[in-house]
């Protein structure tokens, strides 16, 4: 399986904006980028995905490599509510019907928001 | 739609006590599995199930049981609990549809299970 690797913690400012990157240099033509956050005592929640297109949501933004060896994570402006572990996971986008496409999550990015 | 329940929230076990963990998800998804979290690590993969009758092992299965009778449950047993044991566990469940790559889990707010 394609693996990542995050820095294991990360500052901001408030207001600021934050740039979380991830590498996945053994990721296949198939592999979905997918980024997933979890909060303070809280399951971890879906923020975004993409495959090579930089992607623009409501939470976040991905920007993806052009050789799509790394990614990175945009939050625009850093609230304090972002506080949170951010996990870069790449999901096959063509698994077999019977099969699960196991998610398999490392130990993510640490986010701290200063005041 | 509630997602994904679990119950209960918080559980301490004797060591050799069994349990069952609980969970329950109305969105009609496919597929569910279950994760622990231990201090400062990711989650890990105990078990998971692509449907009704057919489940399967994760990376850390041993300890644990599953069964899945139905769409919308997906009980974990702990057969007899071990301080090992001891982490906060994530049920989670997903669409089996293959409309693009686009399959989002969804977590549920996790058991915090201590075993002495």
């Known amino acids: 399986d394609a693996k990542t690797t995050q820095p294991n913690s990360m500052e901001s400012n408030e207001e600021e904006p934050v740039h979380l990157p991830c590498n996945h240099s053994?990721?296949?033509?198939?592999?979905?980028i997918h980024w997933y956050r979890q909060l303070p005592s809280q399951g971890p929640e879906y923020v975004i995905h993409?495959?090579?297109s930089n992607v623009n949501n409501r939470m976040a933004s991905l920007a993806i490599a052009e050789d799509r060896k790394s990614s990175t994570l945009i939050l625009h402006r850093a609230t304090l509510r972002d506080a949170a572990v951010y996990y870069c996971?790449?999901?096959?986008?063509?698994?077999?019907?019977?099969?699960?496409?196991?998610?398999?999550f490392g130990p993510g990015t640490s986010l701290s928001v200063i005041p | 739609n509630a997602g994904v329940t679990q119950t209960p929230k918080f559980q301490v076990l004797k060591t050799g006590q069994s349990m069952t963990l609980q969970c329950a998800q109305d969105?009609?998804?496919?597929?569910m599995s279950w994760y622990r979290q231990d201090p400062g690590m990711g989650l890990r993969l105990i078990h998971y199930?692509?449907?009704?009758?057919?489940?399967d092992q994760g990376e850390v299965p041993n300890g644990y049981n599953v069964s899945r009778s139905t769409t919308e449950d997906f009980p974990l047993r702990l057969l007899s609990a071990a301080p090992s044991q001891t982490s906060v566990y994530f049920c989670?469940?997903?669409?089996?549809?293959?409309?693009?790559?686009?399959?989002?889990?969804?977590f549920g707010p996790g058991t915090r299970l201590t075993v002495l």
């Open positions: 989670a469940s997903s669409s089996s549809l293959r409309q693009g790559p686009y399959n989002e889990q969804f």
């Open positions: 053994t990721i296949s033509g198939t592999d979905y």
């Open positions: 993409g495959l090579t």
């Open positions: 996971i790449l999901r096959d986008a063509q698994p077999q019907k019977t099969s699960y496409d196991k998610v398999i």
């Open positions: 969105m009609n998804h496919e597929y």
């Open positions: 199930s692509v449907g009704a009758g057919i489940t």
